[in-house]
């Protein structure tokens, strides 16, 4: 059983920066993923990272500003968050799934495993 917990969510001012965490129990060769729900939407994906760190994706709207990235040998992901707007407040979750396809692994139901999310919140 794959267990995730997410931190490092907060309050800051447009235009901030915020970096999140996730500790998981996952292997290296999982693919990890952050997504987001804000209140009235659909939980929606946020980036990616696959079993090489240099394989990452991410969705338009946080291209050239939010940053996934992993550390192995700590067990940790990361989204480092910058250039922050309002339209980003949002509860961020971390996601785990493993899977034999090379196919990008995007969407909620790609993925079991789910931490409990941490709350992220833009001010203009």
């Known amino acids: 059983q794959v267990q995730l917990v997410e931190s490092g969510g907060g309050l800051v001012q447009a235009g901030g920066s915020l970096r999140l965490s996730c500790a998981t129990s996952?292997?290296?060769?999982?693919?990890m993923a952050w997504f987001r729900q804000a209140p009235g939407h659909e939980r929606e994906f946020v980036a990616a990272?696959?079993?090489?760190?240099?394989?990452?994706y991410y969705a338009d709207s946080v291209k050239g500003r939010f940053t996934i990235s992993r550390d192995n040998a700590k067990n940790m992901v990361y989204l480092q968050m910058n250039s922050l707007k309002p339209e980003d407040t949002a509860v961020y979750y971390c996601?785990?799934?493993?899977?034999?396809?090379?196919?990008?692994?995007?969407?909620?139901?790609?993925?079991?495993?789910w931490g409990r999310g941490t709350q992220v919140t833009v001010s203009s």
């Open positions: 996952a292997r290296a060769d999982y693919t």
């Open positions: 996601a785990a799934e493993f899977s034999l396809r090379t196919t990008i692994l995007s969407r909620p139901t790609d993925f079991r495993s």
């Open positions: 990272i696959r079993w090489s760190a240099t394989s990452t």
